[in-house]
């Protein structure tokens, strides 16, 4: 992999006091806690860093921002003549033209599902389920839309998850092995290999969510958008493509008032910020373009509050491009991107101890075992032993790790942390009555058990069950 070039904020025309202070106003913030973030101006990387037990290699779970993967694999099917985006979502399942009859649900086009306006006024995702758990696409045919194909703007997970099953219908191949010679290795991006995306029914990448990829993965993609679609001087992307993407295709109606990032617009999968477009997914993954700044954000993270990581982003980043800096400055970022780690409640070494289910948003968990180095979860389907240190988070085990301290006379706190995922669990275990509570502190839009969200990227196990919910 050519590696991205490195350089300080300072040599790129950015005072890193901003950067700070954007950290500082994400950073141990109640409803935000970043995972990772990249930054780049000028095609240089200036601020980087990951929230231990996440790391740099590693792959992380960006629900609605693979939306932006699938929008490229479309553009490249189109330039490829693969794709017609005038032609009718029908025509690309002949097998169902007699049972498609309602004249709304003919008339819906590629353009319509790539830019969320299939007509639907709402999310259709458990309705095309409903109507077909097997083939999807079929079950969004058969709900008519109850808007106008083409004008009605309804953030739903079909358009994008038909868009996909028509991009692997046509290429013969998944998602991610189409993407991954057109895309990934021109991009020479890390961990390639490790790259996957979840899939309903099994041998079809599910498109609208459920890629996982490295924080660097994605900030190369806001590269290349921001380049133009050039990359190292070969154009892997047609420039009308990057053109018309990441421009308003659809009025987006008024998503939190006027000064909402979600009420600007909307592209071919991109949303239009009130600052340059962007990738989304759910608890706040992000790729933000920035076009007139030059610059490229990328995160992972667990965010109840999106629109607050925006805000800092609008507040403390952008006044930093162009503003005079200083080494002093460059040092004081350094510093603050040393030895991150994710929060957790001071406390003594957890004692040797067993716990049965009190309340607990996991139904399978049903025992856990504690000693001063080790954590052991039982469940249903198997046990799960995990190594704990005091201070620290130990090296992740199958994609999962833990931590615990003694929080009070009669209280142990465990913090059990999905890293390939934006996810934990609390877990707070009563001395007294040998029970514990076990609540999530964001859900899951997938599989919610222990073994299934630490063994996801068992190829086995890549079948999803998604609610009908934005991700």
């Given at each position: 992999?050519?590696?991205?070039?490195?350089?300080t904020p300072t040599s790129q025309a950015t005072d890193a006091h901003g950067i700070v202070a954007f950290l500082d106003a994400v950073d141990g913030v109640a409803g935000i806690e970043p995972h990772s973030v990249m930054l780049l101006r000028h095609g240089h990387v200036i601020a980087e860093g990951w929230w231990s037990?996440?790391?740099?290699?590693?792959?992380?779970?960006?629900?609605?921002?693979?939306?932006?993967?699938?929008?490229?694999?479309?553009?490249?099917?189109?330039?490829?003549?693969?794709?017609?985006?005038?032609?009718?979502?029908?025509?690309?399942?002949?097998?169902?033209?007699?049972?498609?009859?309602?004249?709304?649900?003919?008339?819906?086009?590629?353009?319509?599902?790539?830019?969320?306006?299939?007509?639907?006024?709402?999310?259709?995702?458990?309705?095309?389920?409903?109507?077909?758990?097997?083939?999807?696409?079929?079950?969004?045919?058969?709900?008519?839309?109850?808007?106008?194909?083409?004008?009605?703007?309804?953030?739903?997970?079909?358009?994008?998850?038909?868009?996909?099953?028509?991009?692997?219908?046509?290429?013969?191949?998944?998602?991610?092995?189409?993407?991954?010679?057109?895309?990934?290795?021109?991009?020479?991006?890390?961990?390639?290999?490790?790259?996957?995306?979840?899939?309903?029914?099994?041998?079809?990448?599910?498109?609208?969510?459920?890629?996982?990829?490295?924080?660097?993965?994605?900030?190369?993609?806001?590269?290349?958008?921001?380049?133009?679609?050039?990359?190292?001087?070969?154009?892997?992307?047609?420039?009308?493509?990057?053109?018309?993407?990441?421009?308003?295709?659809?009025?987006?109606?008024?998503?939190?008032?006027?000064?909402?990032?979600?009420?600007?617009?909307?592209?071919?999968?991109?949303?239009?910020?009130?600052?340059?477009?962007?990738?989304?997914?759910?608890?706040?993954?992000?790729?933000?373009?920035?076009?007139?700044?030059?610059?490229?954000?990328?995160?992972?993270?667990?965010?109840?509050?999106?629109?607050?990581?925006?805000?800092?982003?609008?507040?403390?980043?952008?006044?930093?491009?162009?503003?005079?800096?200083?080494?002093?400055?460059?040092?004081?970022?350094?510093?603050?991107?040393?030895?991150l780690q994710l929060p957790f409640p001071a406390g003594d070494e957890a004692p040797e101890a067993e716990f049965t289910a009190g309340t607990s948003v996991l139904r399978k968990l049903e025992r856990i075992s504690l000693t001063p180095h080790t954590l052991t979860l039982r469940e249903e389907d198997g046990t799960t032993?995990?190594?704990?240190?005091?201070?620290?988070?130990?090296?992740?085990t199958g994609h999962l790790t833990a931590r615990a301290a003694r929080t009070g006379a009669d209280t142990v706190t465990v913090h059990l942390q999905f890293t390939q995922t934006p996810h934990k669990l609390r877990i707070t275990c009563d001395l007294r009555t040998g029970t514990f509570d076990a609540q999530w502190r964001?859900?899951?839009?997938?599989?919610?058990?222990?073994?299934?969200?630490?063994?996801?990227?068992?190829?086995?196990?890549?079948?999803?069950?998604?609610?009908?919910?934005?991700?």
């Amino acid at each position: 992999m050519t590696a991205l070039p490195r350089s300080t904020p300072t040599s790129q025309a950015t005072d890193a006091h901003g950067i700070v202070a954007f950290l500082d106003a994400v950073d141990g913030v109640a409803g935000i806690e970043p995972h990772s973030v990249m930054l780049l101006r000028h095609g240089h990387v200036i601020a980087e860093g990951w929230w231990s037990p996440y790391s740099a290699p590693g792959l992380h779970q960006l629900y609605s921002l693979s939306k932006i993967f699938t929008s490229t694999a479309a553009g490249l099917a189109r330039a490829e003549k693969l794709l017609d985006f005038d032609a009718t979502v029908l025509s690309y399942f002949p097998e169902l033209d007699a049972e498609v009859t309602d004249p709304a649900s003919r008339s819906i086009l590629v353009r319509h599902i790539a830019t969320m306006s299939a007509g639907h006024t709402t999310e259709q995702w458990n309705r095309a389920l409903a109507i077909d758990h097997t083939e999807p696409a079929r079950g969004f045919l058969l709900d008519p839309p109850d808007g106008t194909p083409g004008v009605t703007f309804a953030y739903s997970q079909s358009t994008t998850y038909v868009l996909g099953a028509i991009i692997q219908r046509v290429t013969g191949c998944t998602l991610t092995e189409y993407l991954r010679p057109r895309l990934f290795e021109p991009l020479g991006i890390d961990g390639i290999d490790e790259m996957f995306w979840l899939q309903h029914p099994p041998g079809r990448d599910i498109g609208f969510a459920g890629l996982h990829a490295t924080t660097e993965a994605v900030a190369r993609l806001g590269q290349l958008y921001l380049q133009g679609g050039v990359w190292e001087g070969r154009q892997l992307l047609a420039p009308e493509w990057v053109a018309e993407a990441t421009v308003t295709q659809v009025a987006n109606g008024n998503w939190g008032g006027p000064e909402s990032d979600w009420a600007q617009g909307y592209g071919y999968q991109f949303w239009m910020s009130r600052h340059g477009y962007r990738g989304d997914g759910a608890y706040g993954q992000l790729c933000v373009v920035l076009p007139e700044h030059d610059a490229v954000l990328a995160m992972t993270g667990e965010a109840e509050d999106m629109q607050a990581v925006l805000d800092a982003a609008w507040t403390h980043l952008l006044p930093a491009f162009d503003r005079e800096a200083s080494p002093a400055a460059d040092e004081a970022l350094a510093h603050r991107l040393t030895d991150l780690q994710l929060p957790f409640p001071a406390g003594d070494e957890a004692p040797e101890a067993e716990f049965t289910a009190g309340t607990s948003v996991l139904r399978k968990l049903e025992r856990i075992s504690l000693t001063p180095h080790t954590l052991t979860l039982r469940e249903e389907d198997g046990t799960t032993t995990l190594p704990l240190t005091l201070g620290s988070w130990p090296p992740p085990t199958g994609h999962l790790t833990a931590r615990a301290a003694r929080t009070g006379a009669d209280t142990v706190t465990v913090h059990l942390q999905f890293t390939q995922t934006p996810h934990k669990l609390r877990i707070t275990c009563d001395l007294r009555t040998g029970t514990f509570d076990a609540q999530w502190r964001t859900v899951p839009l997938m599989a919610r058990s222990v073994s299934s969200l630490a063994s996801v990227a068992d190829p086995g196990r890549r079948g999803s069950e998604w609610p009908g919910r934005r991700s």
